[in-house]
């Protein structure tokens, strides 16, 4: 079965530090997406960034980057350079076969500290 | 015209009340989506519907009973809810073809509470 997993309920960053939040996942479909979403408490789901299973290199997006590791089944996302505009709830997801479900991990909630 | 707009943003009802939840995407996506999300939580899928006919009820209460007028249109019926409804429901849509970096768009949501 696809599964979505997030191990990291909460996480503290300083200001201007990068960090990275986990995701790893499980599926045996070729072909998947993987997605970053950005919940801030105003309830909105943001788009942060995309990476298709066949794709070669990471996906950048600005300051978020995705670490891919195919044959590890992670897809961790590193955000640099942290601003107090990133605190928020991120939810690591993934769709598989046409026009699915999205499957989603429990989600972290990052705080960034001045 | 790139988002999925929902209203109302917020929605406060007894549990005797009937209303609806709207959302409407003009980007030309053939599915669409209701979730249901509690706080802290994920979102849960409730309904999908492709072409505009329902194709996926995640076993969802009769009390909540959805409609795709057409294409852009995706609408939320609620009757009788219950304290535990409450919650913030979001409305996606996307491309039929599934895993591309176009995605999922979701609306901003609308925060229903029943009292």
């Known amino acids: 079965a696809q599964k979505i997993t997030q191990t990291q309920p909460g996480m503290f960053v300083q200001e201007k530090e990068a960090v990275t939040l986990d995701c790893t996942y499980d599926t045996s479909d070729p072909s998947y997406g993987l997605f970053w979403y950005k919940q801030p408490s105003s309830g909105e789901m943001i788009f942060l960034i995309y990476?298709?299973?066949?794709?070669?290199q990471n996906a950048t997006e600005g300051r978020y980057s995705l670490n891919f590791q195919k044959a590890r089944k992670s897809a961790n996302l590193v955000i640099s350079a942290s601003q107090l505009g990133d605190s928020a709830m991120y939810f690591c997801?993934?769709?598989?076969?046409?026009?699915?479900?999205?499957?989603f991990g429990q989600g972290t909630e990052l705080s960034v500290k001045p | 015209d790139t988002e999925v707009t929902q209203t109302p943003k917020h929605l406060v009802m007894g549990m005797t009340n009937k209303k609806s939840l709207k959302c409407e995407q003009h980007m030309g996506h053939r599915a669409m989506y209701w979730y249901k999300q509690k706080a802290k939580k994920p979102p849960e899928l409730m309904f999908v519907?492709?072409?505009?006919?329902?194709?996926i009820n995640e076993s969802v209460p009769s009390r909540f009973s959805p409609e795709c007028p057409n294409s852009s249109l995706l609408n939320l019926h609620l009757h009788a809810l219950q304290p535990e409804d409450s919650a913030l429901y979001l409305c996606a849509s996307s491309q039929i073809r599934g895993a591309s970096p176009d995605g999922y768009t979701f609306g901003s949501g609308t925060r229903l509470t029943v009292v």
């Open positions: 990476q298709g299973s066949y794709d070669q």
């Open positions: 997801a993934m769709i598989y076969n046409q026009g699915g479900k999205l499957i």
């Open positions: 519907y492709s072409y505009e006919k329902l194709s």
